[in-house]
């Protein structure tokens, strides 16, 4: 009797890497309305590096647990610097700043078409083709940010411009270091890499936003500090191990599709929870982005 062992184990594997990224993608969506939150009761600054130093500590208490070196080698440390610099730092200080103006649920579309971004700067930078597909998911790209712009009026749109401004400011500097760490792979295992970047990159979010806009913490109100403690525990942590964990179950570009469900729970989610507009304007913005998206991973 033949051993049916191996299909299985196959799609056990399968399966818990599908579920691992529906996790990684419930965690991030769900940030978005709660991160909006937070700023209604704490500066953004604050509100977005403390919880990322913290989560970066219990990322490396996690790593050691699992006997990870926790020590990132000489030739290293430059890849780390940049990376953390791109895809941490410009990310949580613009993404924050964005949603002082901007709705969560649209912000999370503008800041989720980075793979649209990424394929545009890979044709210069890394010698990549422009395919038809690219050129079709950036025009569904801009397409989609237009359809935000004009879904409540001119003179919203206007008053909405800083946020996109920053929230596309975000989107292309994490594309930037997506492009980064393809020409120069940082060689660190996954939540050690996660916790240097973390950490380093909330390291002068939070210096500046305490200095700037010291945060009151009588100002916390309950739900202000259970969403602190969800975007520290949650956010930083169980989404970025659920994330790495995914990536050694599961093709890159599957991983990379999958993680389009984020703005979708984002911009459902700050609807729902709230009260953020949802009309055909958001939600042609929304299919439009993430088809490009779609389009710009699989080519």
Known sequence: MSDPSPIPAQGRIASGGLVLLAATSLCWGLSWPVSKYVISEWPPLPARGLPGLVGSVLLFAYAALRGESLVVPRAQWGRVLVSTFFNVTVWMVVMGLALLWMPAGETAVIGFSMPVWTALLAWPLLGERLTGKRMLALVLGFSGIAALMGADGFAASAERLPGVALALTGAIGFALGT???????????????AAWQIGLGCIPVSLIGCIVTPPRFDALTAYGWAALIYLTLIQFCLAYLCWFAALRRLPASVAAIGTMATPVIGVVT?????????????????????????LATRS
């Open 179 to 193: 492009i980064f760490v393809k020409r120069f792979p940082i060689q660190l295992p996954g939540a050690t890499s």
């Open 270 to 294: 700050s609807a729902i929870v709230l009260h953020e507009p949802l009309g055909l304007g958001q939600i042609a913005a929304l299919v439009m982005t993430l088809a490009g998206v779609a």
